[in-house]
């Protein structure tokens, strides 16, 4: 244990050192939060580190907001949102090198669109057509729809995806935060083109929408360029959400296994936690660091001394109304029930007895310079701080965390892990691969 101990103090030195580094885009500028004449709210930092402005438009609602039999409906009315209405305006954007990306989750959607500053101004003109006149015909929806059943394909053949949503759909059932944001083949074929004119009405509004911009450019322009190209975005009727999605107490399934033409199999156990509070995601992401981050952490033993494992992990992902902590490795299909085993075993220590003192200093340490170097990048921060907003967690929460970390004592650790790892609250997921290793070939004499 002294050994550990001292493993544990010089990684945690090491890390601090790393944290430094990282730390050093927090003293650029202080995030703003504005609000613009027409309803819309703005998270802005500036950011002179490059001259490109990283800006996130989350449409609140997502899975959360979908009717019942609709699970899809979310991504596919915002995914239409960034079909650009004429072939020269598209390719404008590609010479402009101003790519959009879309995140589809439990609680939002969110288009994210990187430009170079001194395009901002035309990218808004081209993007703001389609967000605000945009055009839902039969041609186009059929074509996201089938883009739609090509992710869904995708997000199946992915082991840590499967198994993600199997975690889902045991705790919060076949719909809103246990569906597919690519819904499934029914309820996608069962759309129509007025569900997602509903759909769009109701939440393509003032105080529905969430803007997060980081750029170089100062906030008078960014507010200027918004309201000249978003302007007819207004405040209408607030939406009317369906009761809060509680988890299934107790699961309808507490075990899942499935097999995949795969040379490895992943063994998962998840957990439901209550919805995304400034303490819960502090406290979750330290399990994170404590269980799955690197070689301080509890499941790296299964991978380094018992060599169980070819990769070891856990994450949380934050809800509004109920969360999903999970912890899971890759091992080899012949040693996937002894793996499973061991991650019970191991949970279960980590719940009865906590951690130390070294324990979870060092796994603050690794915590927070993971979350700050997540975060160097400007179109991951722009996310984020959209997304934290949304959460209800604030638009200054990423500053917060520094300070929230250190706040946290072994005491409030501990307690946090045995109200939460009981392995008996658990879901267990085996994605079992079949494929075996194939022989080498006999060298030729």
């Not at 993007?127 to 996201?144: E, N």
């Not at 995304?276 to 981050?293: H, N, P």
Request: hydrophobic share 40%.
């Amino acid at each position: 244990m002294r050994g550990r101990s001292a493993a544990l103090l010089l990684l945690a030195v090491f890390w601090s050192r790393a944290a430094l580094h990282s730390e050093a885009w927090l003293g650029r500028e202080r995030v703003q939060r504005i609000a613009l004449p027409n309803g819309l709210v703005l998270i802005y930092q500036k950011d002179s580190s490059s001259t490109i402005t990283s800006l996130d438009i989350l449409i609140k609602g997502g899975k959360r907001a979908e009717p019942g039999g609709m699970s899809g409906l979310a991504y596919l009315t915002t995914r239409l949102l960034l079909e650009i209405q004429d072939s020269r305006s598209a390719q404008q954007l590609m010479i402009q090198a101003s790519p959009m990306a879309l995140t589809g989750q439990a609680d939002y959607s969110l288009i994210s669109i990187d430009s170079l500053s001194e395009h901002l101004d035309e990218t808004l003109r081209i993007v703001s057509r389609s967000l605000q006149w945009p055009l839902f015909t039969g041609i186009r929806i059929d074509a996201v729809k089938k883009n739609m059943e090509t992710q869904r394909d995708r997000e199946s053949e992915e082991a840590l995806a499967q198994s993600r949503a199997f975690q889902l759909q045991a705790f919060f059932g076949p719909t809103g935060y246990g569906a597919s944001s690519y819904g499934t083949a029914e309820t996608i074929k069962a759309i129509k083109s007025r569900d997602i004119s509903r759909f769009y009405e109701a939440h393509f509004q003032a105080p529905e929408i969430i803007l997060s911009a980081v750029s170089d450019l100062e906030a008078e322009e960014i507010k200027t360029l918004l309201m000249k190209h978003l302007k007819e975005i207004r405040r209408r009727q607030p939406v009317e959400l369906s009761p809060a999605p509680q988890p299934l107490s107790p699961p309808a399934h507490k075990e899942f296994r499935a097999e995949k033409d795969m040379l490895q199999s992943l063994v998962s156990a998840g957990y439901s936690l209550p919805g995304a509070t400034d303490r819960l995601f502090v406290l979750a992401t330290l399990t994170e660091s404590l269980l799955g981050k690197g070689v301080a952490s509890r499941l790296w033993r299964l991978r380094q001394d018992e060599k169980l494992a070819y990769d070891v992990n856990c994450h949380y992902t934050p809800m509004k109304e109920s969360s999903l902590l999970e912890a899971y490795l890759e091992t080899e299909n012949r040693k996937k029930d002894t793996a499973l085993t061991a991650l019970r075993q191991t949970l279960g220590e980590v719940w009865q007895k906590g951690v130390g003192a070294d324990e979870l200093e060092a796994a603050k340490k690794i915590a927070l310079t993971d979350l700050l170097r997540a975060n160097e990048a400007k179109s991951k921060r722009a996310l984020n701080l959209a997304v934290y907003e949304a959460l209800g967690l604030g638009f200054d929460f990423l500053e917060k965390i520094p300070a929230l970390f250190e706040a946290v004592t072994v005491a409030e650790m501990n307690s946090f892990l045995s109200s939460n790892l009981d392995p008996e609250r658990a879901v267990w997921v085996v994605i079992a691969g079949t494929k075996e290793k194939s022989s080498p070939r006999p060298s030729r004499p």
